[in-house]
Structure formats: C-alpha cells, structure tokens
T-cell receptor
Framework: KNQVEQSPQSLIILEGKNCTLQ??????????LRWYKQDTGRGPVSLTI?????NTKSNGRYTATLDADTKQSSLHITASQLSDSASYIC????????????FGTGTRLTIIP | SQTIHQWPATLVQPVGSPLSLECTVE??????LYWYRQAAGRGLQLLFY??????ISSEVPQNLSASRPQDRQFILSSKKLLLSDSGFYLC????????????FGEGSRLTVL
C-alpha cells in the first residue's frame, strides 16, 4: 500500500531561523512529489514539484530535495518569517493504478517572533 | 487564468439535516474534479473524484454523495448529516496532464451539531 510519512508532526521555531521538514514515501511507481503549503482555514497551494531526475529545487526561501533511491524528500525553509506558519503537506503522485495521489498528514510549522 | 470557487465557507447544521456544498471552476475545460475532507490533525482524505460530467468515483463508503451536472461544477451532498460528517471540505481541480498538481478551493468548514 502506498504511504507517505512526514516528520515532525509539528515544529515551533523562532523567526529568522531555518528549518527542515522530512517526507518519506513508499509510493511505486513514482511519478513526482509535491510540497504544498496550507494556511490555517485555507486550501493547500503547491510550492514545488520534484520529478525523478531532480535532486534539488528552490522557490525563494524554500528548497526541496529528493533522493529517489532512499525515497526521501525534504523541504528546507531559510530565514523563516511569521507568514511561513502553516501546514506543509507532501504529496506523491503515481501515474499507475488506482492510488494516483498519496498525501502525507503534514507538518504543522509555527514561527514565533 | 483558472480559478476555483467553493461555497459556503462556513456551515453549521443539525444532525439529520441535508447538505449541499458547491464548487465551480473557471478558465479551463474538462478538468478532473475532487472532493476532499480534512479532519482536525489528519491528512486529506479523498471522497470523490470525477473525470467528466456524470462520471463520479467514490473512494470511501459514507453518508455523502457527489454530482457533476456540468463540466465545471461539482456538488457534494448529503440527505441526512451525521456528527461524524463535521470537518473541513476541500474542492480541487487538476488538468488532464500527468503532473498531478491540484488546485484547491478555499474550503468549507462544516460543523454538525
């Protein structure tokens, strides 16, 4: 069964500090992996997509990595801002079978001033 | 550009009452449409998805139903709400390409009392 596990479940850091969120998956066959940001009470918004051949991709202060061999991805946030407080959800896409999208349960990130 | 609208944003309903949540997409044709539920502290659970008018697939047995009367309209309904139906409901659409990106609506917070 396809699974996506995220860690930590929650994280509190001071404004200006860096942090790294983890995503491990067992989805097969793998098509791509996305990180979504979900503000409280809002719908998730895609931050970045990682395909099989990509190791690192940046989107502003967000940097995602992918290790397709170990089936791990990380999202690194640099110089955190209060607006980074949100849930970050890892979603793995498989283009085969019935389970096309497998969602992680998310990491709840809180930035404190 | 494409937009997705979902309403109502907030709903408080008594047990046993009916439900209708509506979602419309603008700026695209033949989208895949989805209804997700997000319980507090839980991941996104796929309820229904649709690849075309009147083509609905249900992922989990439940007290809810979905309909797609028009290409860009997706409706989530219930004849009699249960307490367990409370949650945050998200409508989403995706293009027909294989990247798997979802574009979410703003969500509907349902509280069943």
């Amino acid at each position: 069964k396809n699974q996506v596990e995220q860690s930590p479940q929650s994280l509190i850091i001071l404004e200006g500090k860096n942090c790294t969120l983890q995503c491990n998956y067992t989805v097969s066959p793998f098509s791509n992996l996305r990180w979504y940001k979900q503000d409280t009470g809002r719908g998730p918004v895609s931050l970045t997509i990682m395909t099989f051949s990509e190791n690192t991709k940046s989107n502003g202060r967000y940097t995602a990595t992918l290790d397709a061999d170990t089936k791990q991805s990380s999202l690194h946030i640099t110089a955190s801002q209060l607006s980074d407080s949100a849930s970050y959800i890892c979603v793995v896409h498989s283009n085969f079978g019935n389970e096309k999208l497998t969602f992680g349960t998310g990491t709840r990130l809180t930035i404190i001033p | 550009s494409q937009t997705i609208h979902q309403w109502p944003a907030t709903l408080v309903q008594p047990v046993g009452s009916p439900l209708s949540l509506e979602c419309t997409v603008e700026g695209t044709s033949n989208p895949n449409l989805y209804w997700y539920r997000q319980a507090a502290g839980r991941g996104l659970q796929l309820l229904f998805y649709s690849i075309g008018i009147d083509q609905i697939s249900s992922e989990v047995p439940q007290n809810l139903s979905a309909s797609r009367p028009q290409d860009r309209q997706f409706i989530l309904s219930s004849k009699k709400l249960l307490l367990s139906d409370s949650g945050f409901y998200l409508c989403a659409w995706s293009p027909r390409d294989p990247t798997g990106e979802l574009f979410f609506g703003e969500g509907s917070r349902l509280t069943v009392l």
